[in-house]
């Protein structure tokens, strides 16, 4: 299996379709039916206390899996998320970074699903696990944020 | 079963404990094992397109199970979500409120399990589903955020 | 929404299509978008101590949810599940039969989305709750078990 | 991390608190918070056309993060699963062997989470994933199927 979309390409897209949050992100390492994702922790991804909120995980993961699959079928604007499930584990450390593990265990003409483990930088336990079905639209056609 | 706190009650405990995102949340109804609340919906929840995000209504729905559980036990700021699944079904009206109409299904001594139906006000299909558990701490101790 | 498929038509179904597990269900109500199924509970579906396993729960509510979206969309054995969540909540009372009630929360073209809520007979709260996903195949075509 | 129970001592567990299933189960390997078991398929797990059904797939998985969790922490016949999610990705190879391949993910004194991979013998490809939480009693207390 190849690339259809290398780590500039998938950056350029993030830019381009989702101007509000591309720069929570940060593209780690694609690779055929995987990639990394870091979550730039700011003050808005925050809990009192510091730790890393739960939509702010949900966030990272969905990114995740979507740009995992975007790098295998290209630029899709209207891939959308059906299913998520989610085990939050651990706490996560306050105010660090978030790394996101992503894995595609099916990338199927309508239906892409994900796997993801979640971690502070510098840590080895994970603190979330998820995973996510993203249904594909017929067409595949040109990009369309 | 008895309320340990009302409406104006969690309203108070949410502005306490989260004054970065208690703006989002307006509590409509509290009863006994069930609640309802709005996302009062602004641009940062928006797609483009006009379209909620997934994780606002991640957020929406974790807030929601969270005060329908602090309703019944009294405030317990460390109650911690270990547990999600959403099914998002269709996509919400642009820019518009969503209701998240929540039920308890279980309030044991360290699980309480819940369940969530997702409408954009105004519209009758759910546009998600979400199933949470949070994990109440033994000591049920003092409000701690 | 009109059935396609009545309670004897969907019994008459049942048999045909799954002759191993037809006994272990009983189909008790059928409306649209929605369904009852009572498990059947002998020796086979207990653990040691007589309450009833975990599998043969996911198999009840397996069954609810295909029986729920054959009732809407007519005779289709190819459609197949591609998400489960279930909650276990609660012990089910020794050697009793579960009732499963079974909503439909979405019925698309390609997906059906519905949520059960199983209970033990005679008991008011739930002993499970389980969301599920069934893929619709494209054709739509005539019955193949 | 070690193993408080060995193979063989799962093994014995099995056939002692699960007559009514052991048989359908293999432990292939065991290793500190990792496991692989193996659904030796019958005809009773298959449904008509010879792919192995939805259950038996969850009784697997189900059993295999039981026994990851048991061999970490002794034999506990209280432990209970609170949570499943599951993804099914691909039709399994009729009347073939799926092996489960599990590792956990957290251990805590009261909840473990674990993750699965499905697998028919000889494909590369996953059929299913899986993800369980199990409740661990409080007491710990000895072995009570």
Chains 1, 2, 3, 4 share one sequence.
Do not use: W
Request: net charge neutral.
């Amino acid at each position: 299996m190849q690339l259809k979309m290398d780590k500039p390409a998938l950056e350029a897209f993030l830019v381009e379709a989702f101007p509000q949050v591309c720069d929570d992100f940060a593209i780690e390492e694609v690779a055929p039916m995987a990639l990394k994702v870091r979550l730039v922790v700011t003050d808005k991804h925050l809990r009192p206390g510091g730790t890393v909120s739960g939509p702010s995980m949900f966030a990272l993961a969905d990114v995740a899996v979507y740009l995992a699959t975007l790098a295998m079928i290209g630029p899709q604007g209207l891939a959308v998320t059906t299913n998520i499930s989610m085990d939050f584990m651990r706490k996560p450390a306050a105010a660090t970074d978030l790394i996101c593990d992503t894995r595609l265990l099916k990338l199927g003409r309508s239906l892409s699903v994900g796997e993801c483990l979640l971690y502070s930088v510098g840590q080895e336990a994970p603190v979330a696990r998820a995973s996510m079905t993203y249904a594909i639209p017929p067409a595949r056609a040109a990009h369309q944020p």
